[in-house]
């Protein structure tokens, strides 16, 4: 039995999320671990770094899977990206050792999130990015963002239904951009809860658009209580760049400079 870890890209759009579910077949680890299955002609069962839900973008989803098979790694890229709709692609496959767990041996998460700012909305950006139509204040986001860095209780940007154990989270980095109508939301940390970074940018969008004293988001995050902070933004703008791993497994680094999408 040896153990590979790969990298998957994807646009989440026409699927119900990453997570295989007994109601649908449209989902990521459907897709992956059918073309996967395929190509070892054995059940393949794959871990992710970090579910994604309905509509979320991958550039850099990494998994791990054990397999008796034994293929070169072009066959599994190759022969897996044949088998996979054109919206989910392998990106890389390297052999590791069973130590390696996709899951938990990532040490940071990023993700980023796509904002259009413009009255009007594009066919080119459609299921992209989130269209926001109000004029938002950066310097606002900007200072707001900053009190949410460091280990601290994010229960007041966890969704409901979250199944995770503790809302304490290590937020290591935040970056808000502008150029021309798009705003990029540049989010790392050691890990992050149900729908975590969309309704952290739901909130940052209200104190942009309303021009909020940026010391209320101490308040919010002091508050634990999600009715304190904003509205989910919806999906299409997120985008997960994907996870860090100690430098002893020699995985490649995630994407992070690299565009998102050619407009940016």
Known sequence: MKRFAASIEYFGTNYNGWQKQSQTTETIQEKVENAFSSIANEEINIICSGRTDAGVHALSQVI?????????????????????????????????????????????????????????????????????????????????????????????????????????????????????????????????????????????????????????MKEILNAKDRKEASKTLDSSGLYFIGPDYPSAFKLPSPPIKRQIVPYI
């Open 64 to 216: 791990h899977f054990d397999t008796n098979a034994k293929r070169l790694k072009k066959s599994w890229v190759d022969g897996t990206n044949s088998l996979l709709p054109k919206d989910i692609s392998i990106n890389w496959i390297k052999s590791v050792d069973d130590t390696f767990n996709a899951r938990f041996s990532a040490v940071n998460r990023t993700y980023k999130y796509i904002v259009f700012n413009k009255t009007s909305s594009s066919i080119v950006h459609s299921n992209r990015v989130t269209l926001v139509k109000e004029k938002l204040n950066m310097e606002t986001m900007i200072k707001a963002s900053r009190f949410l860095l460091g280990e601290k209780d994010f229960s007041s940007f966890r969704a409901s239904g979250c199944q995770s154990k503790s809302p304490m989270r290590n937020v290591t980095e935040i970056k808000i951009i502008k150029k021309k109508n798009t705003i990029i939301f540049e989010i790392s940390a050691n890990a992050f809860l149900f729908n975590m970074v969309r309704i952290i940018m739901g909130t940052l969008i209200n104190f942009g658009a309303n021009n909020l004293d940026p010391r209320l």
